[in-house]
Protein backbone atom coordinates (compact mmCIF):
# COMPACT_ATOMS: atom_id res chain seq x y z
CA UNK A 1 0.00 0.00 0.00
CA UNK A 2 1.20 3.68 -1.16
CA UNK A 3 2.12 6.27 1.81
CA UNK A 4 -0.78 8.12 0.67
CA UNK A 5 -4.04 6.22 -0.64
CA UNK A 6 -6.83 7.84 -2.63
CA UNK A 7 -9.35 4.95 -3.69
CA UNK A 8 -12.43 5.35 -5.64
CA UNK A 9 -13.23 8.69 -4.05
CA UNK A 10 -15.84 10.46 -6.24
CA UNK A 11 -17.40 14.23 -5.36
CA UNK A 12 -21.14 15.43 -6.23
CA UNK A 13 -21.94 18.82 -5.52
CA UNK A 14 -25.92 18.62 -5.73
CA UNK A 15 -26.45 17.29 -9.56
CA UNK A 16 -22.72 18.20 -10.38
CA UNK A 17 -20.26 15.30 -9.73
CA UNK A 18 -16.92 17.13 -10.33
CA UNK A 19 -14.65 13.79 -9.35
CA UNK A 20 -15.36 10.52 -10.47
CA UNK A 21 -13.75 7.45 -9.12
CA UNK A 22 -10.64 8.95 -8.59
CA UNK A 23 -7.87 6.37 -7.74
CA UNK A 24 -3.86 7.64 -7.05
CA UNK A 25 -1.45 5.78 -4.77
CA UNK A 26 1.57 8.33 -3.66
CA UNK A 27 4.74 6.98 -2.07
CA UNK A 28 6.58 8.70 0.88
CA UNK A 29 8.52 11.46 -0.22
CA UNK A 30 7.18 11.76 -3.85
CA UNK A 31 6.27 14.69 -5.19
CA UNK A 32 3.00 14.31 -7.85
CA UNK A 33 1.13 17.11 -9.36
CA UNK A 34 -2.25 17.41 -10.39
CA UNK A 35 -2.55 18.97 -13.59
CA UNK A 36 -5.35 19.49 -16.08
CA UNK A 37 -7.65 22.76 -16.83
CA UNK A 38 -9.95 24.81 -14.87
CA UNK A 39 -12.86 22.70 -13.33
CA UNK A 40 -11.23 19.38 -13.95
CA UNK A 41 -11.27 18.67 -10.58
CA UNK A 42 -8.26 18.70 -9.35
CA UNK A 43 -8.69 21.39 -6.16
CA UNK A 44 -11.48 19.42 -5.29
CA UNK A 45 -9.21 16.50 -4.84
CA UNK A 46 -6.62 18.33 -3.02
CA UNK A 47 -9.03 19.88 -0.68
CA UNK A 48 -10.60 16.07 -0.07
CA UNK A 49 -7.27 15.34 0.59
CA UNK A 50 -6.36 18.03 3.17
CA UNK A 51 -10.50 17.68 4.66
CA UNK A 52 -12.22 20.42 3.29
CA UNK A 53 -14.09 18.49 1.62
CA UNK A 54 -15.94 15.60 2.42
CA UNK A 55 -15.61 12.62 -0.27
CA UNK A 56 -19.43 11.40 -1.30
CA UNK A 57 -17.66 8.31 -1.85
CA UNK A 58 -14.03 6.18 -1.15
CA UNK A 59 -11.29 6.30 1.18
CA UNK A 60 -8.26 8.16 1.82
CA UNK A 61 -5.55 6.84 3.91
CA UNK A 62 -2.16 8.77 5.17
CA UNK A 63 0.44 6.29 6.30
CA UNK A 64 -2.15 3.33 6.68
CA UNK A 65 -4.46 5.43 8.70
CA UNK A 66 -8.31 5.93 7.15
CA UNK A 67 -8.35 9.88 7.09
CA UNK A 68 -11.74 10.50 5.62
CA UNK A 69 -13.85 11.34 8.89
CA UNK A 70 -11.31 13.05 10.43
CA UNK A 71 -11.62 17.27 10.42
CA UNK A 72 -8.40 19.13 8.50
CA UNK A 73 -6.71 20.00 11.86
CA UNK A 74 -6.79 16.16 13.54
CA UNK A 75 -5.13 15.13 9.73
CA UNK A 76 -1.59 16.17 9.78
CA UNK A 77 -1.08 18.05 7.08
CA UNK A 78 0.48 20.98 5.52
CA UNK A 79 -1.29 24.08 2.80
CA UNK A 80 0.16 26.40 1.10
CA UNK A 81 -2.90 28.16 -0.55
CA UNK A 82 -2.60 30.15 -3.78
CA UNK A 83 -3.65 33.67 -2.19
CA UNK A 84 -1.00 33.12 0.74
CA UNK A 85 -3.42 32.76 3.70
CA UNK A 86 -0.97 34.38 5.90
CA UNK A 87 -2.26 35.98 9.28
CA UNK A 88 -2.29 39.68 8.30
CA UNK A 89 -2.32 40.63 12.16
CA UNK A 90 0.39 38.69 12.85
CA UNK A 91 4.50 38.73 12.02
CA UNK A 92 6.21 36.72 9.66
CA UNK A 93 7.66 34.37 12.89
CA UNK A 94 4.37 34.22 14.77
CA UNK A 95 2.83 33.11 11.20
CA UNK A 96 5.25 29.93 11.29
CA UNK A 97 5.12 29.69 15.26
CA UNK A 98 0.91 29.46 14.38
CA UNK A 99 1.22 25.50 13.62
CA UNK A 100 3.37 24.91 16.96
CA UNK A 101 1.73 27.01 19.69
CA UNK A 102 -1.92 25.51 18.75
CA UNK A 103 0.11 22.04 19.09
CA UNK A 104 1.15 23.47 22.20
CA UNK A 105 5.03 23.32 21.53
CA UNK A 106 7.52 24.42 24.66
CA UNK A 107 8.84 28.06 23.51
CA UNK A 108 12.18 27.34 23.12
CA UNK A 109 10.92 24.27 20.75
CA UNK A 110 8.77 26.73 19.02
CA UNK A 111 11.30 29.58 18.86
CA UNK A 112 14.36 27.11 17.28
CA UNK A 113 11.92 25.71 14.99
CA UNK A 114 11.04 29.12 13.84
CA UNK A 115 14.54 30.24 13.43
CA UNK A 116 15.03 26.72 11.53
CA UNK A 117 12.13 27.27 9.10
CA UNK A 118 13.50 31.02 8.23
CA UNK A 119 16.71 30.36 7.94
CA UNK A 120 15.76 27.30 5.45
CA UNK A 121 13.19 29.63 3.43
CA UNK A 122 16.43 32.26 3.83
CA UNK A 123 14.34 35.21 5.15
CA UNK A 124 15.84 34.61 8.46
CA UNK A 125 15.70 38.78 8.20
CA UNK A 126 12.27 39.21 7.67
CA UNK A 127 10.83 37.44 11.15
CA UNK A 128 9.62 40.89 12.93
CA UNK A 129 7.82 41.74 9.90
CA UNK A 130 3.75 41.72 8.81
CA UNK A 131 2.75 39.83 5.50
CA UNK A 132 2.20 43.27 3.89
CA UNK A 133 5.64 44.54 4.26
CA UNK A 134 6.95 41.32 2.24
CA UNK A 135 6.98 40.72 -1.31
CA UNK A 136 4.62 37.84 -2.76
CA UNK A 137 7.39 35.67 -3.18
CA UNK A 138 8.80 36.35 0.03
CA UNK A 139 4.87 35.65 1.47
CA UNK A 140 4.77 32.58 -0.20
CA UNK A 141 8.05 31.39 0.78
CA UNK A 142 6.64 31.85 4.63
CA UNK A 143 3.16 30.61 3.91
CA UNK A 144 5.48 27.05 2.80
CA UNK A 145 7.44 27.54 6.07
CA UNK A 146 4.39 27.95 8.08
CA UNK A 147 3.06 24.67 6.57
CA UNK A 148 6.18 23.01 6.87
CA UNK A 149 7.03 23.75 10.82
CA UNK A 150 4.85 21.34 12.23
CA UNK A 151 6.51 18.86 10.46
CA UNK A 152 3.22 17.44 8.43
CA UNK A 153 3.04 13.96 7.12
CA UNK A 154 1.81 14.88 3.58
CA UNK A 155 2.26 19.20 2.12
CA UNK A 156 -0.25 20.27 -0.35
CA UNK A 157 0.45 22.77 -2.75
CA UNK A 158 -2.40 24.51 -4.22
CA UNK A 159 -1.72 26.52 -7.31
CA UNK A 160 1.26 28.27 -5.46
CA UNK A 161 2.77 30.00 -8.08
CA UNK A 162 -0.46 31.52 -10.20
CA UNK A 163 -0.20 34.58 -8.19
CA UNK A 164 3.41 35.77 -8.55
CA UNK A 165 5.28 37.13 -11.63
CA UNK A 166 7.36 34.79 -14.18
CA UNK A 167 10.77 35.68 -13.10
CA UNK A 168 10.01 34.48 -9.48
CA UNK A 169 8.06 31.93 -10.21
CA UNK A 170 10.76 29.85 -11.83
CA UNK A 171 13.13 30.90 -9.29
CA UNK A 172 10.25 29.58 -6.56
CA UNK A 173 9.38 26.76 -8.15
CA UNK A 174 13.20 25.48 -8.04
CA UNK A 175 13.54 26.27 -4.88
CA UNK A 176 9.96 24.65 -3.70
CA UNK A 177 11.16 21.27 -5.43
CA UNK A 178 14.89 21.73 -3.32
CA UNK A 179 13.21 21.56 -0.11
CA UNK A 180 10.84 19.15 -0.99
CA UNK A 181 13.78 16.46 -2.02
CA UNK A 182 15.64 17.71 1.21
CA UNK A 183 12.95 17.18 3.37
CA UNK A 184 11.75 14.12 1.98
CA UNK A 185 8.28 14.97 2.32
CA UNK A 186 5.23 13.53 0.16
CA UNK A 187 3.80 16.42 -1.97
CA UNK A 188 0.66 16.49 -4.09
CA UNK A 189 0.72 19.75 -6.11
CA UNK A 190 -1.68 21.74 -7.77
CA UNK A 191 -1.40 23.20 -11.12
CA UNK A 192 -3.23 24.36 -14.51
CA UNK A 193 0.37 25.05 -15.76
CA UNK A 194 2.18 22.27 -17.74
CA UNK A 195 5.62 23.36 -17.62
CA UNK A 196 5.52 23.93 -13.63
CA UNK A 197 4.08 20.07 -12.98
CA UNK A 198 6.47 18.82 -15.85
CA UNK A 199 9.98 20.43 -14.09
CA UNK A 200 8.72 19.28 -10.76
CA UNK A 201 6.93 16.15 -10.18
CA UNK A 202 8.36 12.54 -10.11
CA UNK A 203 4.61 11.88 -11.58
CA UNK A 204 2.39 13.99 -12.97
CA UNK A 205 -1.44 12.97 -13.11
CA UNK A 206 -3.35 14.21 -15.64
CA UNK A 207 -7.34 15.09 -15.06
CA UNK A 208 -9.93 16.00 -17.34
CA UNK A 209 -13.53 16.27 -16.53
CA UNK A 210 -13.05 14.56 -13.06
CA UNK A 211 -10.96 11.87 -13.88
CA UNK A 212 -7.51 10.32 -14.06
CA UNK A 213 -6.58 10.53 -18.42
CA UNK A 214 -3.11 9.46 -17.40
CA UNK A 215 -0.69 9.17 -14.80
CA UNK A 216 3.15 8.81 -15.29
CA UNK A 217 6.54 10.54 -15.39
CA UNK A 218 6.44 13.86 -17.21
CA UNK A 219 8.72 12.18 -20.25
CA UNK A 220 6.63 9.47 -20.06
CA UNK A 221 3.47 12.22 -20.14
CA UNK A 222 4.93 14.45 -22.70
CA UNK A 223 5.96 11.79 -25.29
CA UNK A 224 3.67 8.99 -25.01
CA UNK A 225 -0.04 10.81 -24.26
CA UNK A 226 -2.39 7.73 -23.15
CA UNK A 227 -5.28 10.21 -24.73
CA UNK A 228 -6.42 12.94 -27.22
CA UNK A 229 -6.99 14.84 -24.36
CA UNK A 230 -3.37 14.60 -22.67
CA UNK A 231 -1.58 14.75 -26.27
CA UNK A 232 -3.37 18.26 -26.75
CA UNK A 233 -3.22 19.54 -23.11
CA UNK A 234 0.34 18.85 -22.58
CA UNK A 235 2.43 20.86 -24.56
CA UNK A 236 2.15 22.13 -27.93
CA UNK A 237 0.64 20.09 -30.67
CA UNK A 238 -0.06 20.03 -34.32
CA UNK A 239 -2.39 18.31 -36.10
CA UNK A 240 -3.65 17.53 -39.58
CA UNK A 241 -6.22 15.98 -41.20
CA UNK A 242 -4.95 11.89 -42.07
CA UNK A 243 -6.79 8.71 -43.91
CA UNK A 244 -5.52 5.51 -42.97
CA UNK A 245 -3.95 3.52 -45.89
CA UNK A 246 -2.58 0.60 -43.96
CA UNK A 247 -3.44 0.20 -40.07
CA UNK A 248 -1.03 -2.34 -39.80
CA UNK A 249 2.14 -0.68 -41.62
CA UNK A 250 1.62 3.11 -39.98
CA UNK A 251 0.84 4.20 -43.54
CA UNK A 252 -1.25 7.34 -43.69
CA UNK A 253 -2.42 9.41 -46.77
CA UNK A 254 -1.73 13.46 -45.34
CA UNK A 255 -2.71 15.75 -48.52
CA UNK A 256 -1.43 14.36 -51.36
CA UNK A 257 1.38 12.96 -49.41
CA UNK A 258 2.05 9.30 -48.08
CA UNK A 259 3.25 9.31 -44.30
CA UNK A 260 4.45 6.65 -42.55
CA UNK A 261 3.43 6.33 -38.18
CA UNK A 262 5.53 3.81 -36.34
CA UNK A 263 3.39 3.43 -33.91
CA UNK A 264 0.67 0.91 -34.39
CA UNK A 265 -2.60 2.40 -35.42
CA UNK A 266 -5.24 0.72 -33.58
CA UNK A 267 -9.00 1.28 -33.89
CA UNK A 268 -8.88 2.12 -37.24
CA UNK A 269 -9.59 0.61 -40.30
CA UNK A 270 -8.43 1.04 -44.12
CA UNK A 271 -10.57 4.27 -45.46
CA UNK A 272 -10.81 6.12 -41.92
CA UNK A 273 -9.95 9.11 -41.44
CA UNK A 274 -7.96 10.11 -38.44
CA UNK A 275 -5.89 13.06 -36.88
CA UNK A 276 -1.80 13.21 -36.81
CA UNK A 277 -0.45 15.10 -34.87
CA UNK A 278 3.44 16.15 -34.32
CA UNK A 279 5.16 17.96 -31.40
CA UNK A 280 6.98 21.39 -32.73
CA UNK A 281 10.21 19.79 -31.49
CA UNK A 282 9.83 16.36 -33.85
CA UNK A 283 9.56 18.42 -37.14
CA UNK A 284 12.02 20.35 -38.92
CA UNK A 285 13.12 22.12 -42.15
CA UNK A 286 15.27 20.40 -44.69
CA UNK A 287 16.06 23.58 -46.48
CA UNK A 288 17.43 21.79 -49.21
CA UNK A 289 19.88 19.24 -47.08
CA UNK A 290 18.60 16.08 -47.60
CA UNK A 291 18.29 14.57 -43.66
CA UNK A 292 18.66 11.18 -44.91
CA UNK A 293 16.04 8.33 -46.21
CA UNK A 294 13.24 6.81 -43.73
CA UNK A 295 11.78 10.20 -42.98
CA UNK A 296 8.28 11.57 -43.47
CA UNK A 297 8.62 14.57 -45.57
CA UNK A 298 5.60 17.16 -46.77
CA UNK A 299 5.87 20.00 -48.47
CA UNK A 300 4.21 23.57 -47.76
CA UNK A 301 4.36 27.35 -47.58
CA UNK A 302 5.94 29.48 -44.70
CA UNK A 303 2.51 30.95 -42.70
CA UNK A 304 4.23 32.80 -39.76
CA UNK A 305 7.75 33.41 -38.04
CA UNK A 306 7.77 34.16 -33.93
CA UNK A 307 10.95 35.18 -32.68
CA UNK A 308 10.25 33.74 -28.53
CA UNK A 309 14.53 34.53 -27.44
CA UNK A 310 16.06 31.18 -27.84
CA UNK A 311 13.59 29.38 -29.64
CA UNK A 312 12.15 30.77 -33.20
CA UNK A 313 8.44 29.14 -33.81
CA UNK A 314 7.63 28.34 -37.43
CA UNK A 315 4.69 27.87 -38.54
CA UNK A 316 4.12 26.22 -41.88
CA UNK A 317 0.51 26.14 -43.64
CA UNK A 318 -0.03 22.31 -45.47
CA UNK A 319 -2.81 22.31 -47.36
CA UNK A 320 -5.90 23.50 -45.35
CA UNK A 321 -3.55 22.69 -41.94
CA UNK A 322 -0.54 23.87 -40.44
CA UNK A 323 2.45 22.14 -38.68
CA UNK A 324 4.57 24.52 -36.10
CA UNK A 325 8.34 23.94 -35.10
CA UNK A 326 10.91 25.26 -33.18
CA UNK A 327 13.91 26.03 -34.40
CA UNK A 328 16.77 27.48 -32.13
CA UNK A 329 17.38 31.06 -32.95
CA UNK A 330 20.51 31.14 -34.82
CA UNK A 331 21.41 35.07 -35.03
CA UNK A 332 23.98 34.72 -37.89
CA UNK A 333 21.39 33.23 -40.28
CA UNK A 334 18.52 35.02 -41.66
CA UNK A 335 14.75 33.44 -40.34
CA UNK A 336 12.74 32.23 -43.45
CA UNK A 337 10.34 34.83 -44.94
CA UNK A 338 6.85 34.36 -45.22
CA UNK A 339 5.29 32.49 -48.28
CA UNK A 340 8.35 30.85 -49.13
CA UNK A 341 8.28 27.46 -50.32
CA UNK A 342 9.56 24.59 -47.47
CA UNK A 343 9.67 21.30 -46.53
CA UNK A 344 8.93 19.68 -43.36
CA UNK A 345 10.22 16.46 -42.51
CA UNK A 346 10.09 14.20 -39.29
CA UNK A 347 10.18 10.56 -38.05
CA UNK A 348 7.69 7.73 -38.09
CA UNK A 349 8.35 7.53 -34.15
CA UNK A 350 7.59 11.47 -33.80
CA UNK A 351 3.87 10.78 -35.67
CA UNK A 352 1.17 10.57 -33.11
CA UNK A 353 -2.46 9.45 -34.76
CA UNK A 354 -5.12 11.05 -31.96
CA UNK A 355 -8.58 9.43 -33.52
CA UNK A 356 -8.19 6.17 -31.55
CA UNK A 357 -5.46 5.04 -28.93
CA UNK A 358 -1.89 4.90 -30.14
CA UNK A 359 0.59 2.36 -28.79
CA UNK A 360 3.97 1.36 -29.55
CA UNK B 1 -14.92 71.40 -15.33
CA UNK B 2 -14.55 74.47 -13.27
CA UNK B 3 -17.85 75.48 -13.44
CA UNK B 4 -18.76 71.55 -12.10
CA UNK B 5 -16.35 72.67 -8.80
CA UNK B 6 -18.07 76.08 -8.18
CA UNK B 7 -21.44 74.02 -8.12
CA UNK B 8 -19.93 71.30 -6.20
CA UNK B 9 -18.38 74.06 -3.27
CA UNK B 10 -22.05 75.42 -3.32
CA UNK B 11 -23.63 72.25 -3.12
CA UNK B 12 -21.21 71.74 0.23
CA UNK B 13 -22.00 75.07 1.48
CA UNK B 14 -25.53 74.86 1.47
CA UNK B 15 -25.72 71.43 2.95
CA UNK B 16 -22.86 73.10 5.68
CA UNK B 17 -24.96 75.72 6.59
CA UNK B 18 -27.64 73.77 6.90
CA UNK B 19 -26.29 71.72 9.86
CA UNK B 20 -23.79 73.81 10.85
CA UNK B 21 -25.95 77.07 11.58
CA UNK B 22 -28.67 75.28 14.38
CA UNK B 23 -25.77 73.94 16.16
CA UNK B 24 -24.46 77.68 16.04
CA UNK B 25 -27.37 79.05 16.98
CA UNK B 26 -27.67 76.25 20.22
CA UNK B 27 -24.36 76.70 21.19
CA UNK B 28 -24.77 80.71 21.20
CA UNK B 29 -28.09 80.32 22.90
CA UNK B 30 -26.62 78.12 25.48
CA UNK B 31 -24.08 80.73 26.58
CA UNK B 32 -26.66 83.36 27.53
CA UNK B 33 -28.10 81.63 30.89
CA UNK B 34 -26.75 84.77 32.77
CA UNK B 35 -28.15 88.12 31.29
CA UNK B 36 -26.41 90.74 29.60
CA UNK B 37 -22.90 88.13 29.05
CA UNK B 38 -21.87 85.10 27.54
CA UNK B 39 -21.07 82.53 29.96
CA UNK B 40 -20.87 78.63 30.60
CA UNK B 41 -23.27 79.09 33.59
CA UNK B 42 -25.88 76.33 31.46
CA UNK B 43 -22.76 74.05 31.17
CA UNK B 44 -22.09 74.00 35.19
CA UNK B 45 -25.46 73.79 36.11
CA UNK B 46 -25.73 70.56 33.66
CA UNK B 47 -22.25 69.07 34.41
CA UNK B 48 -23.33 69.78 38.65
CA UNK B 49 -26.96 68.28 38.50
CA UNK B 50 -26.48 64.92 40.16
CA UNK B 51 -29.42 63.61 37.71
CA UNK B 52 -26.77 64.42 34.88
CA UNK B 53 -24.49 62.54 35.78
CA UNK B 54 -26.67 59.69 36.88
CA UNK B 55 -28.58 59.34 33.91
CA UNK B 56 -25.71 60.04 32.00
CA UNK B 57 -23.47 57.06 33.72
CA UNK B 58 -26.67 54.75 33.46
CA UNK B 59 -26.02 55.25 29.59
CA UNK B 60 -22.67 54.92 29.13
CA UNK B 61 -22.85 51.52 31.59
CA UNK B 62 -26.00 50.52 29.03
CA UNK B 63 -23.96 51.51 26.04
CA UNK B 64 -21.17 49.12 27.21
CA UNK B 65 -23.35 46.80 27.43
CA UNK B 66 -25.41 46.81 24.61
CA UNK B 67 -21.93 46.89 22.54
CA UNK B 68 -20.43 43.66 24.10
CA UNK B 69 -23.92 41.88 23.91
CA UNK B 70 -23.73 43.36 19.86
CA UNK B 71 -20.15 41.77 19.59
CA UNK B 72 -21.24 38.70 20.99
CA UNK B 73 -24.19 38.43 18.98
CA UNK B 74 -22.58 39.63 15.83
CA UNK B 75 -19.35 38.87 15.12
CA UNK B 76 -19.95 35.03 15.06
CA UNK B 77 -23.17 35.50 12.91
CA UNK B 78 -21.42 37.62 10.48
CA UNK B 79 -18.32 34.95 10.40
CA UNK B 80 -20.32 31.68 10.31
CA UNK B 81 -22.83 33.28 7.42
CA UNK B 82 -19.23 34.52 5.76
CA UNK B 83 -18.06 30.95 5.77
CA UNK B 84 -20.67 28.83 5.32
CA UNK B 85 -24.04 30.05 4.93
CA UNK B 86 -23.61 32.92 2.33
CA UNK B 87 -27.03 31.80 0.98
CA UNK B 88 -28.67 33.14 3.73
CA UNK B 89 -26.67 36.48 3.80
CA UNK B 90 -29.88 38.46 1.91
CA UNK B 91 -32.10 37.52 4.24
CA UNK B 92 -29.89 37.80 7.44
CA UNK B 93 -29.59 41.48 5.67
CA UNK B 94 -32.90 42.08 5.58
CA UNK B 95 -33.95 40.75 9.32
CA UNK B 96 -31.15 43.20 10.61
CA UNK B 97 -32.66 46.03 8.58
CA UNK B 98 -36.09 45.89 10.22
CA UNK B 99 -34.79 47.92 13.23
CA UNK B 100 -34.71 50.84 10.79
CA UNK B 101 -37.76 50.56 9.24
CA UNK B 102 -39.69 49.63 12.24
CA UNK B 103 -40.11 52.38 14.74
CA UNK B 104 -38.82 52.17 17.97
CA UNK B 105 -42.04 52.50 19.88
CA UNK B 106 -44.04 49.49 17.98
CA UNK B 107 -40.90 47.44 18.97
CA UNK B 108 -40.93 48.79 22.87
CA UNK B 109 -44.55 48.18 22.99
CA UNK B 110 -44.18 44.55 21.77
CA UNK B 111 -41.88 43.84 24.16
CA UNK B 112 -44.14 45.38 26.57
CA UNK B 113 -46.98 42.85 25.64
CA UNK B 114 -44.69 39.69 25.72
CA UNK B 115 -42.46 40.83 28.61
CA UNK B 116 -44.63 42.41 31.04
CA UNK B 117 -44.95 41.38 34.26
CA UNK B 118 -47.66 39.31 34.23
CA UNK B 119 -46.38 36.79 31.13
CA UNK B 120 -44.14 34.13 31.05
CA UNK B 121 -41.47 35.69 31.20
CA UNK B 122 -41.81 38.40 33.51
CA UNK B 123 -38.57 41.13 32.35
CA UNK B 124 -40.36 44.04 33.54
CA UNK B 125 -41.09 42.70 36.99
CA UNK B 126 -37.88 44.45 38.97
CA UNK B 127 -35.42 47.16 37.92
CA UNK B 128 -32.30 44.50 36.92
CA UNK B 129 -34.39 42.40 34.64
CA UNK B 130 -36.40 45.72 33.26
CA UNK B 131 -32.20 46.93 32.72
CA UNK B 132 -31.74 43.80 31.01
CA UNK B 133 -35.04 44.27 28.46
CA UNK B 134 -33.64 47.78 28.02
CA UNK B 135 -30.03 46.21 26.75
CA UNK B 136 -31.58 43.75 24.49
CA UNK B 137 -33.77 46.71 22.58
CA UNK B 138 -30.74 48.55 22.18
CA UNK B 139 -28.80 45.30 20.66
CA UNK B 140 -31.91 45.17 18.26
CA UNK B 141 -31.61 48.85 17.62
CA UNK B 142 -28.23 49.19 16.66
CA UNK B 143 -28.14 45.71 15.01
CA UNK B 144 -28.03 47.32 11.62
CA UNK B 145 -24.91 49.20 12.33
CA UNK B 146 -23.50 46.52 14.29
CA UNK B 147 -23.95 43.98 11.87
CA UNK B 148 -23.12 46.14 9.01
CA UNK B 149 -20.04 47.50 10.02
CA UNK B 150 -18.47 43.80 10.87
CA UNK B 151 -19.98 42.38 7.79
CA UNK B 152 -17.97 45.19 5.71
CA UNK B 153 -14.86 44.03 7.55
CA UNK B 154 -15.08 40.76 7.51
CA UNK B 155 -15.90 41.27 3.16
CA UNK B 156 -12.18 42.61 3.47
CA UNK B 157 -10.56 39.76 4.40
CA UNK B 158 -10.60 36.17 3.07
CA UNK B 159 -12.40 34.73 5.92
CA UNK B 160 -12.37 31.09 4.11
CA UNK B 161 -9.30 30.55 3.32
CA UNK B 162 -8.03 32.50 6.58
CA UNK B 163 -10.08 29.64 8.17
CA UNK B 164 -8.80 27.07 6.15
CA UNK B 165 -5.25 28.47 7.42
CA UNK B 166 -5.69 28.26 10.65
CA UNK B 167 -7.95 24.79 10.66
CA UNK B 168 -4.61 23.12 8.55
CA UNK B 169 -2.06 24.10 10.94
CA UNK B 170 -4.53 22.02 13.74
CA UNK B 171 -6.69 24.82 15.33
CA UNK B 172 -10.24 25.13 16.41
CA UNK B 173 -12.82 27.08 15.24
CA UNK B 174 -12.53 29.56 18.78
CA UNK B 175 -8.80 29.52 17.76
CA UNK B 176 -9.24 30.72 14.96
CA UNK B 177 -12.05 32.87 15.62
CA UNK B 178 -10.21 34.52 18.94
CA UNK B 179 -7.11 34.49 17.23
CA UNK B 180 -7.20 34.70 13.49
CA UNK B 181 -10.33 36.71 12.76
CA UNK B 182 -11.37 38.92 15.39
CA UNK B 183 -7.77 41.36 15.50
CA UNK B 184 -8.59 41.45 11.55
CA UNK B 185 -11.92 43.00 12.34
CA UNK B 186 -11.32 44.87 15.12
CA UNK B 187 -12.23 48.22 13.11
CA UNK B 188 -14.67 47.05 11.85
CA UNK B 189 -15.96 45.99 15.06
CA UNK B 190 -15.02 49.02 17.17
CA UNK B 191 -17.04 51.26 14.50
CA UNK B 192 -19.65 49.46 15.36
CA UNK B 193 -19.51 50.04 18.68
CA UNK B 194 -18.47 53.50 18.45
CA UNK B 195 -22.18 53.86 16.46
CA UNK B 196 -23.91 51.67 18.94
CA UNK B 197 -22.54 53.80 21.86
CA UNK B 198 -23.62 57.15 20.08
CA UNK B 199 -27.04 55.58 19.36
CA UNK B 200 -27.65 54.16 23.27
CA UNK B 201 -26.58 57.82 24.58
CA UNK B 202 -29.20 59.82 23.34
CA UNK B 203 -31.94 57.22 22.60
CA UNK B 204 -35.39 58.66 24.26
CA UNK B 205 -37.91 55.90 23.13
CA UNK B 206 -37.52 52.88 24.70
CA UNK B 207 -35.83 54.36 28.02
CA UNK B 208 -38.33 56.41 28.64
CA UNK B 209 -40.90 53.57 27.96
CA UNK B 210 -39.87 50.98 29.98
CA UNK B 211 -39.37 53.58 32.44
CA UNK B 212 -35.61 53.97 32.97
CA UNK B 213 -33.05 56.47 34.14
CA UNK B 214 -31.41 56.93 30.97
CA UNK B 215 -29.84 60.35 29.54
CA UNK B 216 -32.42 60.44 26.93
CA UNK B 217 -35.28 60.96 29.00
CA UNK B 218 -33.38 62.96 31.09
CA UNK B 219 -32.71 65.39 28.17
CA UNK B 220 -36.17 65.58 27.44
CA UNK B 221 -37.18 65.92 30.85
CA UNK B 222 -34.70 69.16 31.34
CA UNK B 223 -35.87 70.21 27.95
CA UNK B 224 -39.75 70.75 28.92
CA UNK B 225 -38.61 72.56 31.93
CA UNK B 226 -35.75 74.64 31.67
CA UNK B 227 -34.51 77.25 28.77
CA UNK B 228 -30.44 77.20 28.52
CA UNK B 229 -29.67 73.83 29.89
CA UNK B 230 -31.20 72.17 27.01
CA UNK B 231 -28.99 73.88 24.09
CA UNK B 232 -26.25 73.26 26.93
CA UNK B 233 -26.99 69.64 27.40
CA UNK B 234 -27.72 69.39 23.46
CA UNK B 235 -24.34 70.75 22.25
CA UNK B 236 -22.73 67.57 24.99
CA UNK B 237 -24.19 65.26 23.50
CA UNK B 238 -23.16 66.24 19.59
CA UNK B 239 -19.62 66.71 21.65
CA UNK B 240 -19.93 63.06 22.75
CA UNK B 241 -21.43 61.67 19.02
CA UNK B 242 -18.89 63.26 17.48
CA UNK B 243 -16.22 62.02 19.67
CA UNK B 244 -17.50 58.79 19.25
CA UNK B 245 -17.07 59.50 15.17
CA UNK B 246 -13.46 61.14 15.84
CA UNK B 247 -12.26 57.76 17.30
CA UNK B 248 -13.84 55.87 14.44
CA UNK B 249 -11.75 57.81 12.32
CA UNK B 250 -8.48 58.32 14.32
CA UNK B 251 -8.44 54.08 15.13
CA UNK B 252 -9.36 53.59 11.23
CA UNK B 253 -6.28 55.20 10.36
CA UNK B 254 -3.78 53.92 12.42
CA UNK B 255 -4.94 50.66 10.78
CA UNK B 256 -4.89 51.55 7.71
CA UNK B 257 -1.19 53.81 8.00
CA UNK B 258 0.49 50.35 8.56
CA UNK B 259 -1.02 48.81 5.01
CA UNK B 260 0.39 49.25 2.20
CA UNK B 261 -0.99 51.18 -0.49
Not at chain 2, 37 to 66: K, Q
Amino acid sequence: MAFLEISDVRKQFQQNVVVKGFNLGIERGEFVSLLGPSGCGKTTVLRMVAGFESPSAGRILIDGKDVTPLRPNQRNVGMVFQAYALFPNMTVADNVAFGLKVAKRSPSEIKSRVEEMLAMIKLPHLASRYPYQCSGGQQQRVALARALAHKPKVLLLDEPLSALDAKIRVSLREDIRALQRSLGITTIFVTHDQEEALSMSDRVVVMNEGRVDQVGAPFEIYNDPATRFVANFVGTLSVLKGKVLDAKAGRIQVGKSEIIASRKIINHNVGDACSVALRPEAAVLENGHDLGSGRNRLGGTIDEVSFLGSVVRIRVKIDDDAISLDTFNNPSAIPPQRGAPVVVSFTPHDVLVLDGETKH
Amino acid sequence: MKQSKIGAWIAFIIGALYFIVPLIGTFEFSLRMKRGEYSFEAYRVVLTDPNFLASFGYSVLMALITVIMGAVLVVPTAYWIQLRLPKLRPIVEFITLLPLVMPAIIIVFGYLRLYNSSSWLPLTANARSTDLLLSFSYVTLALPYMYRAVETGMRSIDVRTLTEAGEILGASMMTILFKVIFPNVRVAILSGAFLTFAIVIGEFTMASLLNRPAFGPYLQLIGANRAYEPSALAVIAFLVTWACMGIINVVGNLKSNKRPA
